[in-house]
Structure formats: structure tokens, C-alpha cells
């Protein structure tokens, strides 16, 4: 366990201690690393994050992958589905994530429009990612049609992460959000989807919404790491959001989500109590005021008698 100190509000030096798990010594997670991992076959873990506090969090509580998912249209920004977040948007959530983490390797979401016009501007704007935000990959969603603009990215230096399955920014193409791979035809075309990207070089595959069968067979098929959501418990590791674990989503969570704290509960009691306080003017208590130093309350004590007598 390290210990270290801030420097806190009125200036004191406070001792805190590491949310880093005790005994545990961490180590940087790269793309090498993550393929040990499979190897070993020891579980990948990954959660999204799109500020610096909870990038902050879930680094110090030892998960191997940050993703700052496109979900933050929706988690963050309450846009309706992924489709409108901007590239400004998702550096401007990446830039904080990154300030938060240190030793958890960090993806960054391509948004929507950012990969489909060009292999030269998909090229550009995973750049960006990397130069402008601090990203160590990016993530595109797509299978075979992907694998060469992926190649090239990869050639740019760039670690690519792949997406297939359920992919929200086709929400449109998919008629809604359905569990994909149900028929033969459908399990045929992700398996050439994963192993196209297996080929071209992705550091791990995200499978979304896919049954368990189908994600065990893609996970003993590539050598790529695979990281599911929805895609059962043979996958070699497992993402979820940051906002469903925690309910802060405002509505019924999807099948494969666990929920693992309430936040929104927490939060409400909070400013509930607060703004309570506030009104019966139990906040701020005489602790928590300013005080003047003993001088100067002499002197002001000394002018404000002073005043007094003169009015008399
Ligand atoms: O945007 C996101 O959060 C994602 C994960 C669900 C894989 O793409």
C-alpha cells in the first residue's frame, strides 16, 4: 500500500492512502500484455470511464482496460443513441480520462462518421486520438469491411480495438438494438468478421449482444484477446458500463448487466440532505466558517465600538 499526501483546502498536508489494491503491485497494461493474459488465461477487465474521477476510480481499483466508449452520448451527454457524438466531444471526454489514469491501457472510441468516409481521414482522426487525448488505442466497430482501413491505422502506429456483434453506431442498419448471431448464416459471418480482425492485428475484439455459444466459439478461434458484453462467460474478459454498474442510467437495465453499487440513490440522499440542511439553516455550521484572526477581530471589535460611541 503506498501512502502519499495533498495538499489540502486551507493549505494543511493530509495523509491518503491508495485505493490500489493492497499487495498488488501494478504494472502497465500494454497490448503484449493483454495477449498474456489470454494466454495465461486469466480474465481481462475492463469498464468504461469518461471523466477524470472515474477514470481515477477504476484505475486504482486495478481494472486492465479504460474504455472511454462512444456510451457517452447517451451516459453523459444524454444524446438519444451514439450517432451524434463529435470527435471534439469524445477528445474533449478522453483528455480528462487520461489525466485519471496511469496503469490501466486506455481505448478510445471512434464516434460515428469519424472512420466511414476514408482510409486517409480514419487514419487522421485515430491520430488525433493519440496526439490531441492520450489514447494508447482506438476502437472502431465492424468486422471484414473494417480490416483494411484498420491495417492502415495499425500501420500509422496506431493499436486498434474491434467491435463486432451488436454495433450501436448500426443501430439504424440493425432496426434497433437485437442481439446479433442468432441464425447460421449470421454466426458464419461473424466468425470471418473476428478472424479478419484477428489477421489484420487488433490488440482484443469487443463482442456485444451475442449468445454465449457464439462468443465461446469466436474466443477459442482467435488469438486476439476477446473482451464481451453480453457474450457470456467464456469470452477472455468482460466489459460493462461505468453508469449501468452503477445505476445511474434512469431506466431498465439490459439482461447481462449487473448492478454493483447505487449511485443514483447515494447521489439523491445527498443533495437531498444538503439542500434540507441548507433551508433550516443547519449549513454551514460555525466549523465549517472562516474566522478572523484573533488581532484582527480585536481592532475590528475596537472600530465597530468606536462608531457605536460616535452615533450616540
Ligand atoms: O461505447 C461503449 O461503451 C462500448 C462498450 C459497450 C463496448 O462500445
Do not use: W
Amino acid at each position: 500500500m503506498r501512502t502519499g499526501s495533498i495538499r489540502c483546502g486551507g493549505g494543511a498536508l493530509e495523509d491518503i492512502v491508495s485505493l490500489t489494491p493492497i499487495g498488488e503491485p501494478r504494472h502497465k497494461i500494454t497490448v503484449s500484455s493483454l495477449h498474456e493474459k489470454k494466454l495465461h488465461r486469466e480474465p481481462i477487465t475492463c469498464l468504461t470511464a469518461y471523466d477524470y474521477p472515474s477514470g481515477r476510480l477504476v484505475d486504482e481499483a486495478g481494472i486492465d482496460i479504460v474504455l472511454v466508449g462512444d456510451s457517452l452520448a447517451q451516459t453523459m451527454l444524454g444524446y438519444e443513441n451514439t450517432l451524434s457524438v463529435t470527435i471534439e466531444e469524445m477528445l474533449h471526454h478522453t483528455r480528462a480520462v487520461r489525466r485519471g489514469v496511469k496503469h490501466a491501457f486506455l481505448v478510445a472510441d471512434m464516434p460515428y462518421g469519424s472512420y466511414h468516409v476514408g482510409a486517409d481521414e480514419a487514419v487522421r482522426n485515430a491520430a488525433r486520438f493519440i496526439k490531441e487525448a492520450g489514447a494508447e488505442a482506438v476502437k472502431i466497430e465492424g468486422g471484414e469491411k473494417r480490416a483494411d482501413m484498420i491495417r492502415r491505422i495499425i500501420d500509422a502506429e496506431i493499436p486498434v480495438t474491434g467491435h463486432i456483434g451488436l454495433t450501436p453506431q448500426s443501430v439504424n442498419v440493425m432496426g434497433g438494438y437485437r442481439v446479433q448471431g442468432k441464425t447460421l448464416a449470421d454466426i458464419e459471418q461473424l466468425m470471418r468478421d473476428a478472424v479478419a480482425l484477428d489477421r489484420a492485428g487488433v490488440a482484443c475484439i469487443f463482442l456485444e449482444g451475442i449468445p454465449r455459444e457464439v462468443g465461446a466459439m469466436i474466443t477459442a478461434e482467435v488469438e486476439t484477446p476477446s473482451i464481451g458484453i453480453g457474450a457470456g462467460p467464456e469470452c477472455d474478459g468482460q466489459v460493462l458500463v461505468f453508469h449501468d454498474i452503477l445505476n445511474l442510467t434512469f431506466g431498465p437495465p439490459a439482461k447481462f448487466v449487473r448492478r454493483y453499487g447505487d449511485a443514483s440513490a447515494l447521489i439523491s440522499e445527498a443533495v437531498q440532505a444538503y439542500r434540507s440542511d441548507v433551508l433550516s439553516r443547519q449549513y454551514p455550521s460555525d466549523e465549517e466558517s472562516y474566522h478572523l484572526p484573533k488581532e484582527t477581530r480585536a481592532a475590528l471589535e475596537t472600530v465597530t465600538e468606536r462608531k457605536r460611541s460616535m452615533r450616540r
